[in-house]
């Protein structure tokens, strides 16, 4: 059982799959929110189920998963069968991280984009959100491939900064450099580890 468990979370091309990464690399055991949502959605699964039940049997491939592709436009487009699914999805989501958790020793990480918005910030010993400015934010995903209104879009449906910085224990700043964002990881690193020993 994890002695230690931190929620990370943090909008679209923020940083926080940077943190999640130098976590990892300080020997805490990571668990991205979408590897878990990506698993439900696979044949027969449960989130697959959902989708069906929600939605109905063409938002599926013909092996029963979720045809990913086509639920992303709806829901995208749709902040009702957005909400619908997330509610399906969230308790799913936080069943299988108390599993994985269950199983680690030291410091478990849940990587979350809606963590705060689904409600499992109390779930946890400490919240991390990365922020970072809407304009330092788009630019960073055109660079990913994204288009300027993709990237609006996805970061209008992913949550509200205030929401997360006024739930948050610790909120990191990503505005400037690699490095400035590093020094930041390796202080919370010594922190979390000074707290879960």
Aim: glycine share 8%; with cysteine.
């Amino acid at each position: 059982m994890a002695r230690f468990r931190v929620g990370l979370t943090g909008g679209l091309a923020a940083g926080k799959s940077t943190v999640a990464r130098r976590f990892a690399a300080a020997g805490f055991t990571v668990v991205d929110a979408d590897t878990i949502v990506r698993e439900l959605h696979r044949s027969c699964g449960a989130g697959a189920r959902a989708v069906r039940e929600l939605f109905g049997p063409g938002f599926l491939s013909a092996d029963g998963a979720t045809d990913v592709a086509k639920v992303a436009d709806l829901v995208f487009r749709d902040p009702s069968a957005r909400a619908r699914l997330e509610a399906s999805l969230h308790p799913l989501v936080r069943e299988r991280f108390v599993e994985i958790a269950g199983h680690a020793g030291g410091v478990a990480v849940l990587e979350a984009t809606k963590l705060v918005e689904a409600g499992f910030a109390p779930d946890f010993d400490l919240v991390v959100t990365v922020e970072a400015a809407p304009e330092v934010r788009i630019r960073r995903a055109i660079a990913r491939g994204l288009s300027a209104t993709e990237a609006r879009a996805r970061i209008a449906a992913q949550g509200n900064e205030e929401v997360r910085t006024t739930a948050a224990d610790v909120v990191l700043r990503n505005d400037g450099t690699r490095a400035e964002l590093d020094a930041e990881v390796e202080e919370l690193v010594a922190r979390i580890r000074a707290a879960a020993a």
